[in-house]
């Protein structure tokens, strides 16, 4: 069965730094997403891409957050100047509409720490 | 806004009895609706939806849920705890606001289940 995946599972880096997550959803999907969830708090929506475009993204989502895909088949969530903040675990999923009705398909996530 | 509560951050249940776990939402209009779980160390994987049609809806490995409009709640069920069914559950609703991309979460419970 098709899954979505996420590289790497775990990353660890200091404040400031620049990250970059990475995901490969599943083939046929069109449009894809990144949530977040802070230790102990709730699954949180940051941002959805269709067509290489951002179609909608939450007030998480600031200037310091970018997404892209690259390439046919990988999409990732850079962050450009890491804060303690931004630990977290982050989830990419994929769908393959955007229609209301349909399924959103989550990866495992990457457990991001910033010291 | 819609919004939705998950009552129990943590419910256990002896292998065997009956699992019922509590999601409210609170939206202005009739909302579609997910149950995911969430095995550790994986992503969140789909239970079941509600979008329109017979309230009582089936999902995989046993559960269903029951769209109640008159009391806004959305409970997931299993007859008969299976020892394999500990894991973390979310509730989620769709956002109306935008593409209809976005999904709104709840806080999660953490089911256990005890010989």
């Known amino acids: 069965e098709p899954e979505v995946t996420q590289t790497p599972s775990h990353q660890v880096t200091q404040m400031g730094q620049e990250v970059i997550l990475r995901c490969v959803p599943i083939?046929?999907?069109?449009?894809f997403y990144w949530y977040r969830q802070i230790l102990g708090q709730k699954v949180e929506f940051l941002v959805s891409?269709?067509?290489?475009?951002?179609?909608?993204k939450s007030e998480i989502f600031d200037d310091q957050f970018s997404v892209e895909r690259p390439d046919g088949s990988n999409f990732t969530l850079k962050i450009r100047s890491t804060k303690l903040e931004d630990s977290a675990m982050y989830f990419c999923?994929?769908?393959?509409?955007?229609?209301?009705?349909?399924?959103?398909?989550f990866g495992p996530g990457t457990r991001l720490t910033v010291l | 806004a819609q919004s939705v509560t998950q009552l129990g951050s943590h419910v256990s249940v002896s292998e065997g009895a009956l699992v019922l776990l509590r999601c409210n939402y609170s939206s202005s209009v009739p909302p579609y609706l997910f149950w995911y779980v969430q095995y550790p160390n994986q992503g969140l994987q789909l239970l079941l939806k509600?979008?329109?049609?017979?309230?009582l809806v089936k999902g995989i490995n046993g559960f269903e849920a029951e769209f109640k409009k008159s009391e806004t709640s959305f409970h997931l069920t299993k007859p008969s705890a299976h020892m394999s069914d500990a894991a973390e559950y979310f509730c989620a609703v769709k956002s109306l606001s935008g593409g209809y991309n976005k999904l709104i979460f709840g806080a999660g419970t953490r089911l256990a289940v005890h010989p």
């Open positions: 083939s046929n999907h069109l449009y």
């Open positions: 999923a994929s769908s393959r509409s955007g229609a209301s009705t349909d399924t959103q398909y």
């Open positions: 891409f269709y067509n290489n475009e951002i179609s909608e």
């Open positions: 509600y979008t329109t049609g017979a309230t």
